[in-house]
């Protein structure tokens, strides 16, 4: 599908890869993994020809189309969800409006005998056939399934798309990527804005998917569980395994240590042939066979061990002052966004130097409760904050919050204070910012490295507690783990909101789980909570939620009459397909008969009216059909 030969790139006169060379088949599935800034959205662009070359071919087979998910996204104000998930099916939009232009020109015009309205019914036809080729009648539905995947309820569906989040409106962009039937799919961090449900469907369609995939992604479950290959970028190289990313690690470093013992034994060896030529060359008898060791030594290929990109940000976040033993207290609070209730009645204490982790699903309220907690949103009921409380908030979409137009280092300086501007140059090294790279535009930086200098920017404020929310999205591995060494080593009071359980193991001494706009108190860390909930892991949890509401709602229609009502529904469904059958065949008779003689069909008393009015029924069969099978699933 897409061979790579040779491809490099360098920014600065630094090259990011080199000559790196790889090729793409149907049903691979890519996890393309690497530290910060190593070029993997880079390599994902390339792919996507939404930047040029530095040299090097990608051969791309004749009509594949790639499906690209960026980071920035930019949807057109006015429309709802459902209208800006449509743009996907470019080609049927256009259909449909040719297709009401023709049937309006049919409507308004009486030359019933003339050539060009025969040339209409032509049309007609011949658009008709074509929108039917193409799913017409079908992707609305499609994208109705595709969206509920992703989160979305019905209720959503008509709503304007610039009343949701950016990650809310990520979820729209991947919708309409996932029901354009591309044969290459790129995805560039995909799960970042999913809950652990859209997840696992997300992971099913995935696993269902028969072209490429190339994924950009820190979440090692997620890599685990959808690939199938996974390419490192490393110094420039890349690294490439048939195997998901866990068993790549342990395939790696087998073929490292094989190296080391490899090398090592060459070492030996051209140590002893050295002792030998050093013995050899001063007798003339032996200095042929010392010339000889020597060719030997000077044709040997030295083996090479694979290098490993071990440079990670040192973080610590200091102290500003001692605050009260009491942080936050909230009583009786709770919090609408217009009709929707997400907390009700809330009660919770935190105290100084407490860690303390907010779980749930998405949409459960644990960033409102945060954004809360700092003073951004207004509520319902009381909260105090402590005596000395000095708040530090990183946000889930921190990064957006910096301006892609100033420069890594102005972007600090303009943050910094006189006490610690002299400081930022020390700030930036420590978070992997050095020499040439602080004059780097923010907006060419990696979401990676958009979070570090975020991380690097909140150093500058003094603070005593820290509220993260989802604070590993775009972080590699690497500095996920060096975060949550900070985390730990952090001497003040933090509440942390995260969905990643690796991230939180042994990270904080208190859980509240948000479950239907109420809190729920777990003394203990993330592994005391998910053996109270007897499951393994978030994931387990949300499978077990998902088979509890499959279990409880059948329980609904066990009566005797509620399964008589959806015989008697299926009964109804039967005929109605039934008729719009019928229906269906005497209309496209009709058409054939206006192909074959135009003329002696449209003689007959009465034609057009009836016409019509075979479409009129058949639209309301078809809505009668769409309201009954919704009610046969909603009873079911």
Known sequence: MLNIHNLSVSFGGEYLFEEISFRLNAGN?????????????TLLKLLAKDMPLDSGTIAIEKDIKIGFLRQDIDFEQGRSVLEESYQAFTEIKKLEAKLDEINHQLAERTDYESESYNQLIIDLNDVTQHYEILGG?????????????LGFSRADFDK??????????????????LLQNNDVLLLDEPTNHLDIESIIWFEQFLNGYTGAVVIVSHDKMFLDNVTNRTIEISLGRIY????????????????????????KNQEKEIQQAERLIEKFRAKSTKASMAQSLIKKLDKMERIEVDEDDNSVMNLRFPVSVTPGKVVVEIENLSKNYGDNQVLRHIDLLIERDSKTAFVGQNGQGKSTLAKIIIGELDFDGHLKSGHNVQIGYFAQNQAEYLDGNKTILDTMIDAANESNRSKVRDILGSFLFRGDEVEKYVKVLSGGERNRLALAK??????????MDEPTNHLDIKSKNVLKQALQNFEGTLILVSHDRDFLQGLTNKVYEFKNRKIKEYLGDVDFYLEQRKA??????????????KETAPKKNTSFQDQKKIKSLKNQLSSLESKISDLEKEIKNIDHELLMDYDATIAAPGFFDKYQSKKKELQKFME???TLTLEIETKE
Do not use: C
């Open 624 to 626: 009668s059909w769409e």
């Open 240 to 263: 490439d395994y048939n195997k998901p990313y866990s068993k790549y690690l342990v395939l790696r470093n087998e073929i490292k240590q094989q190296q080391l013992n490899a090398q």
């Open 536 to 549: 393994e892991d978030f994931r387990a949890i949300e499978k077990k939620q998902s088979v509890e509401v």
């Open 160 to 177: 304007k798309t610039e009343t949701f989040s950016g990650g809310w409106r990520m979820r729209i962009e991947l919708a309409k990527l």
């Open 458 to 467: 909140m150093l500058l404020q003094p603070f005593n507690v820290l509220v």
């Open 137 to 149: 009648y079908n992707y609305q539905g499609e994208t109705e399934k595709i969206l509920q995947g």
């Open 29 to 41: 599935r890519v996890g393309l993994v690497g530290k910060n800034g190593a070029g993997k959205s």
